[in-house]
Every structure is written in C-alpha cells, then in structure tokens.
Nanobody, 123 residues
Framework: QVHLVESGGGLVQAGGSLRLSCGAS????????MGWYRQAPGKQRELVAS???????QYADSVKGRFTISRDNAKNTVDLQMNSLKPEDTAVYYC?????????????????WGRGTQVTVSS
C-alpha cells in the first residue's frame, strides 16, 4: 500500500508563489513516476506536471514556464514550485503515482492519490 500526503497549499494573491510538497510512504518505490494533478469545482481532474524515475518532466501548457516539478528520492518527496500564480490556478492539488501491478494476469496500472491540498489565488 502506498500513502501520499500533500502539504503547502494556501491563499495567495495573483503573481505570488507557493511550493507544494508530497511525501510518500508505505510500499512506495523511488523509481515510480510521480505527478501533480488539480481539480477545480465542476471540472475534470487534470494533469499539471509529472516527473519520471530519470527526472524527465512534462507540464501542462497552461503552467509551462511558471511551475517546476522536482523530486528528492532520499526523502521520498516530490515538490511543485508554483510561480506567477493566476486566479485560474485555483484548485485542489493532488499528488499521484502509478504502479504496475503484474498479478493477477494481465498486468495493469493502479493509481494512488493523496487527499489533496487547496490552492486559492485571488485577483
């Protein structure tokens, strides 16, 4: 079992910054890909940023140049540095990892989620 816990959310003004952190425990292995998702009221949960086991990164077009994802395998944490925040960034932010479960056959991906942290950006 993998447990993910997010922290660092809060209320900031437009143009400000926040740093979110996700801590992993349980059966988590450091070679898993990790991601940050967000969900605003009435909208689908969307991928914000992801980081692979080799530290390769991907970002949603809406956050490129403003957000940076990073990981510290020694501490089992993944962070999301958010700069130049906009009101449209307001959402609950979730930490995610996907694990390949090989049994029973056939193998399938299983998603693990944190409980979320609220980010509110005022105009």
């Amino acid at each position: 079992q993998v447990h993910l816990v997010e922290s660092g959310g809060g209320l900031v003004q437009a143009g400000g910054s926040l740093r979110l952190s996700c801590g992993a425990s349980g059966s988590f292995v450091n070679n898993n890909a990790m991601g940050w998702y967000r969900q605003a009221p009435g909208k689908q949960r969307e991928l914000v940023a992801s980081i692979g086991s080799g530290a390769s990164t991907q970002y949603a077009d809406s956050v490129k140049g403003r957000f940076t994802i990073s990981r510290d395998n020694a501490k089992n944490t993944v962070d999301l540095q958010m700069n130049s925040l906009k009101p449209e960034d307001t959402a609950v932010y979730y930490c995610n990892t996907r694990i390949l479960v090989r049994t029973p056959f056939p193998p399938r991906w299983v998603d693990y989620w944190g409980r979320g942290t609220q980010v509110t950006v005022s105009s």
